[in-house]
């Protein structure tokens, strides 16, 4: 049972990264098919991540009441079909669409593939498990861009999605074949409608503002969001059966490892959106060079987080994440300290320390969180994981965006921006640097709770 739960989780948590990294590629072919605009196909990564944020917590509840490979295997399903109608999209809006639908798919995925891994394995190996799932994340990230990249140029981008369908297939038949066991703690319970709408609703909102910063829409929509969110928090503490346990926040150990997640996402996520820039800007190198250099994160982030996954199942998750958050911190200030003469050496020696930093973190950081809550919390234990990750992105590229808009201002860069551009990545970097260094506080402050401590019903 193990070996097939482990096998599944790993194909699965291959397939939304893969695909994400790669059409990110394809972005240009898309839009010159369509004739799309700037906006539009900003719009098709963005669909994919706001149904993700918006699914993520809902479906981790309802895998907790009506069981996990059965949620599980709805996802998958909606994943491969999803994947069909993008290769078939006839226009960008219906492209937008279908990525929307595979961004339901994808949350789904993510939080049960997890829950079911946390299920099946005892916690003397579940860190070791759970390093092997994100380290295949990692290897999705690393193979996207440079596959993405030949087969948009060799088979067209639509062979991306088609791609996607024989393993959506094999995840299927390896699911309802070797998969034997239904995971459901908190079979019998009510199912939050109400909470799930409104949670849904202000993620949207929120993660939507985030896009529109900083003007004056993005800032209204941000306040509706957090207000929304408070709303939410009060909504949840009274009712009988609730999409969120708001007691489980009373666990040390569970909050601090949420908040320590939004922080390193929040810390690291743009790094390769502003490198990208700066090493095809600044250093005026093709994108199959640049690509070939930020490569170099994931790949050690491959390396490492079945390492830490190990080391999690034998030390303190604390001690460990804190070290990673530490090594995040070494090389995000390498990184503020780029000019226009800085060698590509450095930069590849930041991003070296910053994929060790997050290998160290990850793994021993979600075995914490999933170690803490009871098995009938799993699904939404899990589903808190993804949301951390997804709105944490959101936040590092608001800030990037916003230091834009202030130091560069609403025009195309050109050589006259040049100097501006670098100013404000070496801004973002600065930023981030400080916001991981107090992270390793954050991470240090979750203590070192036993294995399923309460903080639930």
């Not at 059966?241 to 320590?260: E, H, K, Q």
């Not at 930093?357 to 098995?375: C, D, H, L, R, W």
């Not at 799993?378 to 949301?387: D, E, L, P």
Request: hydrophobic content about 55%.
């Amino acid at each position: 049972m193990r070996i097939p739960a482990l096998l599944v989780a790993t194909l699965a948590n291959f397939l939304t990264p893969f695909t994400g990294s790669s059409v990110n590629i394809a972005l240009p072919a898309i839009g010159a098919e369509f004739s799309a605009d700037a906006i539009v196909l900003g719009w098709i990564p963005t669909a994919f991540m706001l149904a993700a944020a918006m699914c993520a917590v809902p479906f981790g509840r309802i895998a907790d009441i009506f069981g996990m490979k059965k949620t599980f295997g709805y996802g998958i399903i909606l994943f491969t079909v999803a994947s069909l109608l993008s290769a078939l999209a006839p226009s960008a809006f219906s492209l937008i669409v279908f990525r929307f639908l595979q961004g339901i798919a994808g949350g789904i995925i993510f939080v049960t593939s997890l829950a079911i891994i946390t299920s099946v394995y005892p916690q003397p190996e579940r860190g070791r498990a759970i390093g092997i799932t994100i380290a295949t994340v990692y290897i999705a990230l690393s193979l996207g861009p440079v596959l993405g990249g030949i087969m948009t140029q060799f088979l067209g981008w639509r062979s991306l999605f088609f791609a996607m369908i024989p393993i959506g297939i094999t995840i299927m038949v390896i699911t309802w074949w070797k998969l034997d066991n239904e995971w459901a703690a908190g079979r019998g319970e009510k199912f939050d409608s109400k909470g799930s709408l409104l949670y849904s609703s202000c993620l949207v909102t929120l993660m939507y503002g985030f896009s529109r910063l900083p003007g004056l829409e993005g800032i209204v929509l941000v306040g509706f969001g957090v207000v929304g969110f408070a709303g939410f928090v009060l909504f949840e503490a009274r009712a009988d059966s609730p999409l969120l346990d708001i007691r489980l926040f009373s666990n040390r150990t569970f909050a601090f490892s949420n908040l320590a997640a939004l922080i390193n996402y929040s810390a690291n996520f743009t790094v390769g959106f502003l490198l990208s820039l700066y090493l095809q800007y600044i250093k005026g190198l093709d994108p199959r060079s640049a690509g070939l250099i930020l490569v170099a994160q994931p790949v050690v982030m491959a390396v490492f987080a079945p390492v830490a996954g190990r080391l999690s199942d034998r030390f303190p998750a604390q001690k460990l994440a804190s070290l990673g958050m530490a090594l995040s911190t070494i090389g995000l200030f390498i990184l503020t300290r780029i000019t226009a003469q800085t060698d590509i050496a450095v930069v590849s020696g930041g991003l070296v320390v910053l994929g060790m930093g997050f290998g160290f973190f990850s793994s021993p950081n979600t075995s914490a969180i999933m170690g803490s809550v009871e098995k009938r919390f799993y699904g939404v234990a899990s589903a808190m994981v993804s949301t951390m990750r997804l709105l944490g992105q959101m936040l590092s590229m608001g800030l990037s965006l916003i230091m834009f808009a202030l130091l560069i201002g609403n025009v195309p860069i050109t050589p006259v921006q040049y100097p501006a551009l670098l100013d404000s990545i070496r801004t973002v970097f600065m930023i981030c640097t400080t916001l991981c260094f107090l992270g390793i506080f954050v991470s240090l402050a979750r203590g070192n709770q036993p294995e399923q401590t309460q903080g639930s019903r």
